[in-house]
């Protein structure tokens, strides 16, 4: 087998990863050197136990690798190691790079012009609106977005991008191959359409608890910073907050209600340093990048599109829901005239009617 044959090969052993590579790397030189090794020698290296080094010493009649090569010509997917032009760069600047990604779509030179936005797996409606409408603008100010496709904050965070015209990254706690959580196949897809979904772990590697924090290590490698919308004081997406800061990265959190428990993570980093942030230029500014202005809606002339009556009504709307009586009493219109104007914004795709009124598209 070539090196590069021999980097996938090791790869396919779950306990090896990052780091126990790493030491093997450093103990022999080569994958190749290592895969070739006696088992006495193996369990010498860091890290390397019994089990370990008798897997590897399996490596060498090439069924692990065949099988993974011919998986991944089945289903459309690239293995990249390090030293691959596809392997995102930004990874190569962290502690223990994975060996290998599995990549399913395209990695772009552009998408290390990315940020990364986690949270809780179950939101708030707020969270949930504030992520969606965070990504949105991101993608439109020529950003990527990076997240881990779980339950909630990260997946708004994909749709958000999606809706914007953009690119997104999903990074996998799992095989590319196992889309945990299940639902959330058909986003899988059109992320793929749209960016990449991406795993270091072999084919066939089931969700299990251990390996969200490497998956986390790898979402904030390749951001340039990481927002936290909403997080528990325990919740995961603190963890991609930790790795952000030994990696050099910005932290940044959104403030959330107080007294409420998603907000204690989030408040938490505030505390501690994170930069508070409002919206997106909050973040540009941050990471010094020129922002776009403040973002009118215009039509083909480069005109205003909205009247002066809709430009008032919508300035009433936020994230949580803003009843029609409210928006009556905020600008003295009639509720007619109010109705009237909402309906003209939900036409024009920056207002949308939910429980108990109207929120921002």
Known sequence: ???????????????????R??????????????????????????????????RIRSLCDGQALMQEIQKAEELGVEIATKNDPLYPHALLNISYPPPALYILGKVLPSDAF?????????????????????SKNAVEEGLAVVSGMARGIDSAAHKGALAGGGRTVAVLGSGIDVIYPPENKELAEEIRENGAVISEFPFGTCPFRQNFPRRNRIISGLALGVVIVEAGET??????????????????AVPGEIGNPLSRGTHNLIKQGATLIEGIDDILEELGIPTGGERNLRDSSGEMSLSSLEKRVLAQLGFLPVSTDDIVIATGHSAQTVTLALVQLELKGVAARVTGGYVRS
């Not at 087998?1 to 780091?19: F, H, Q, S, W, Y």
């Not at 990315?114 to 965070?134: D, E, F, M, N, Q």
């Not at 919740?235 to 940044?252: H, K, M």
């Open 235 to 252: 919740s995961g997406a603190l963890i991609t907050a930790d790795f952000a800061l030994e990696q050099g990265r910005e932290v940044f």
């Open 21 to 54: 590579f790493a030491n093997l790397m450093r103990a022999f030189g080569s994958a190749r050197a290592a895969i070739g090794a006696k088992e006495q020698e193996l369990r010498q290296v860091k890290g390397i136990g019994k089990e370990t080094a008798r």
């Open 114 to 134: 990315s940020i990364a936005i986690v949270g809780s797996r179950k939101p708030s409606y707020y969270g949930t609106r504030v992520a969606r409408h965070l």
């Open 1 to 19: 087998m070539e090196e590069r044959e021999c980097i996938i090969a090791l790869n396919t052993i779950l306990t090896v990863g990052g780091e």
